[in-house]
Structure formats: C-alpha cells, structure tokens
C-alpha cells in the first residue's frame, strides 16, 4: 500500500558526503514515523536516524552529529544528509515508514519494521580511503 524508492547512493572519499532521498507513496492520507536504516552483507539491518511526523529526532551514536535526517511531507519524501563519511558508514542504506506505532523509538527496531514497515529496496552507499 506504500511504496518507497530511495536514491542518492554512490561511491564517495572519506570525508566527503551525500543526501540520500526517499520518495513515498501514501494513500489515506495517514502520518507516518520514517527511519533510515542500512546493512552489510551477513549482519542485521540497523537503524541510523528516525523522524517523527512533529519533527522529533534520533540518531545512531555512531552518526550523531554527521547524518541529518528530515522530510518533506508535502512531497512525501524523506532525506539523509550524510557529512564527514568513513568506510564504516559503507552498506546499503533503506528508508522505511510506520503509521502505527508511530514512534522514534519503534520504528528504529528492526523487529518492529519487519513486521509492520514498510520499506524501499535500498541504495548502496559505499565510502572509501
């Protein structure tokens, strides 16, 4: 019932940044808590930032102060800025969104978002020396 493309991926220098974006399809008219998460391969998906419709925030320890997350609800979509990068913020990044519950601190849970989410397909992000 939703769908969500992410796009703004790429292959950057340490150090150097990038703004994902995510394009959200939504029908009803509901509000939606949204996260951005990634993954490398043969780990669990983690979460890095979330947004609440009001604008509340949570971010990663690990990206606190280098990823900003915000979303344009008139046009549906949700971004990442994404400065100072290191090869360890390397993986597949993926938005994801929730109506209910509709909190930073449960879409940011996998095991929520799995069975609840709903999730674009991802965009590599892959961050060199």
């Known amino acids: 019932q939703v769908r969500m493309v992410e796009s703004g991926g790429g292959s950057v220098q340490t150090g150097g940044s990038l703004r994902l974006s995510c394009a959200a399809s939504?029908?009803?008219?509901?509000?939606?808590?949204m996260a951005w998460f990634r993954q490398v391969p043969g780990k669990d998906r983690e979460a890095v930032a979330a947004?609440?419709?009001?604008?509340?925030?949570w971010y990663e320890d690990s990206v606190k102060g280098r990823f900003t997350i915000s979303q344009d609800r008139s046009k549906k979509s949700l971004y990442l800025e994404m400065n100072t990068l290191t090869p360890e913020d390397t993986a597949m990044y993926y938005c994801?969104?929730?109506?209910?519950?509709?909190?930073?601190?449960?879409?940011?849970?996998?095991?929520?978002?799995?069975?609840?989410?709903?999730w674009g397909q991802g965009t590599q992000v892959t961050v060199s020396l």
């Open positions: 994801a969104a929730n109506a209910e519950p509709c909190s930073v601190g449960t879409v940011r849970r996998l095991e929520v978002m799995t069975a609840l989410g709903h």
């Open positions: 939504k029908f009803g008219g509901r509000s939606y808590c």
């Open positions: 947004i609440e419709p009001d604008g509340t925030t």
